[in-house]
């Protein structure tokens, strides 16, 4: 069973920046990907960005150029790096991890984004 908790949300003004994390159970290395995906109030939940084992990384369009996703292994942790901020970036933000034929959720943090 991976455990992740996400932190780092908040309310910032357009334009700012945030950097949210995910702390994992085990070391992203062990992981086949991690992830974040965003659910914003009446919409579906959707990818954010993905980071794999081997270091590998992948953007939805809308935040490309504006959001970085890293990794600290020694700390268990991916990051991300949220840039440019806009109003329709407000969402729950969750962390995502599969492993073998498992997935796993982390319970959200939410990030407000007013203009």
């Known amino acids: 069973q991976v455990q992740l908790v996400e932190s780092g949300g908040g309310l910032v003004q357009a334009g700012e920046s945030l950097r949210l994390s995910c702390a994992a159970s085990e070391s992203p290395l062990s992981l086949s990907v991690v992830g974040w995906y965003r659910q914003a109030p009446g919409k579906q939940r959707e990818l954010v960005a993905i980071i794999s084992r081997g270091g590998g990384t992948k953007y939805a369009d809308f935040v490309k ?14 990051y991300l790096r949220m840039d440019s901020l806009k109003p329709e970036d407000t969402a729950i933000y969750y962390c995502h991890a599969e492993k073998f034929a498992g997935d ?12």
Do not use: P, Q
Request: hydrophobic share 30%; glycine share 16%; net charge positive.
């Open 65 to 78: 150029g504006r959001f970085t996703i890293s990794r600290d292994n020694g700390k268990n942790t991916v």
């Open 104 to 115: 796993y959720w982390g319970k959200g943090t939410l990030v407000t984004v007013f203009s």
